[in-house]
């Protein structure tokens, strides 16, 4: 299993009631994300918050596609080297 950073530029909504006081400006966000890294290819990265081992997703949680073109960095952890190993219990009755 995997874990995505991602830093990514997105576009900016903004009130236009407050354009009379200021001058418009053309820009973007930089947003920051991380998440489970569900898939990717040549045109996005999708992650998410959760995965479940049949990569199923409990409605309502949220996956999240970002274009690769906005990506300014992206770093990718794998959990399995990053995390001790598990000790199985003894079996009882043995």
């Not at 990265?45 to 949220?62: A, K, Y």
């Not at 770093?75 to 995390?83: C, G, H, M, T, W």
């Amino acid at each position: 299993m995997r874990i995505a950073y991602i830093r990514w530029k997105d576009a900016v909504a903004e009130e236009a009631a407050d354009a009379a006081v200021r001058p418009t400006q053309a820009k973007l966000v930089e947003l920051q994300e991380v998440g489970f890294l569900l898939d990717e290819n040549d045109e996005a990265v999708e992650i998410g918050m959760e995965v479940t081992n049949d990569s199923e997703v409990t409605p309502g949680r949220w996956r999240l596609h970002i274009p690769r073109v906005s990506i300014q960095e992206m770093r990718i952890l794998d959990l399995d080297k990053l995390l001790p190993k598990r000790k199985r219990k003894a079996a009882a009755g043995g």
